[in-house]
């Protein structure tokens, strides 16, 4: 249920996303935010909804190691008309016959530089294909089947134009989650949303990079949720409900809140979860 008189406008679909959970988030969250930093952006949920919440807010900071990803954020930002040109034409031609549309676009190989279309080509086939999951093969190379959607709702003019208000206060950046100790101070309000730790220890089978987030890089997030500790900053991070993450953060505030989750190759594990958040304060 959309919290009455918000609404919570998100970029793209995307699994794992927050936006469900923002009810059980609202208490969890600081009351004064000044700068906020999500170093896993995804589909920007929980940063658009602190947007629209937290009026005092100056600054926030966001990144995520996908490249096209930010690429689109910059490009909602900064060219947003040419953007929303581009995405009618994938509308209109869509349209016409969705599959043999879907994997043309889906094989194109764009100019480095060619930032609209980049941003154009990712909404598309974030919205056309298989519950808009991103995965990539060991190459690199997007490699999800189209879904089957009635209206995917290609070009969303009235959410991208609210997006690229919002971001107007927004640094985004293209970077590993480390950057952030780079410029994190005391004070400043952090949430990671890192790929989950698999509940049976097995790498998820939706590949976000060609290199899968494992059990190290876990640890290391642990340190760096320690180091923003220290400094004075707070703290927030959502994981699986997993004995091994529940050991990485123990001594912190841990809470359980229950997602709905449909992407999962064992059906066994879609539906009703726990999902923990971890948080530095109280």
């Known amino acids: 249920m959309e919290e009455r008189g ?18 059980q988030f609202k208490p969890l969250f600081p ?7 999500e170093p896993f ?21 966001l990144s995520d190691i996908n490249k096209e990803l930010i690429i689109t954020y910059n490009v909602v930002k900064k060219n947003l008309n040419e953007l929303i040109l ?32 980049i941003a154009s080509r ?20 997007f490699n999800v089947p189209i879904g089957r959607y009635k209206n995917p709702g290609i070009c969303q003019e009235k ?30 309000f952090i949430y990671f949303d890192p790929p989950y730790y698999p509940l049976d220890g097995k790498p998820s089978f939706t590949a976000y990079t060609k290199n899968n987030f494992l059990e190290e890089d876990h640890r290391e997030l642990a340190k760096i949720f320690r180091e923003l500790d220290k400094r004075g900053c707070e703290v927030m991070l959502s994981n699986s ?5 529940k050991e990485l953060y123990k001594g912190y505030d841990i809470r359980v809140v229950h997602a709905t989750r449909m992407i999962n190759c ?9 999902e923990i958040v971890i948080r530095n304060y109280s």
Do not use: M
């Open 6 to 23: 918000i609404k919570k406008p998100t970029l793209v679909k995307w699994a794992g996303g927050k936006k469900q959970l923002l009810e």
């Open 31 to 37: 009351n004064q935010i000044i700068r906020y930093f």
């Open 41 to 61: 952006v995804g589909g920007g949920a929980v940063a658009f909804y602190l947007l629209k919440t937290h009026p005092e807010i100056k600054k926030i900071y």
């Open 86 to 117: 581009s995405l009618k034409k994938h509308e209109r031609n869509h349209k016409r016959n969705p599959k043999k549309y879907y994997y043309k676009i889906r094989d194109l190989v764009l100019k480095k530089d060619d930032y609209v279309e």
């Open 122 to 141: 990712f909404i598309y086939l974030n919205k056309t294909c298989f519950n808009g999951i991103y995965r990539v093969n060991k190459n690199g190379k």
């Open 159 to 188: 959410d991208l134009q609210e997006i690229s208000n919002l971001l107007k206060k927004d640094d985004v950046k293209c970077s590993q989650f480390s950057k952030i100790l780079e410029k994190a101070k005391k004070g400043d």
């Open 241 to 245: 409900n997993s004995n091994f993450i």
């Open 266 to 274: 064992d059906s066994t594990k879609r539906g009703k979860i726990k």
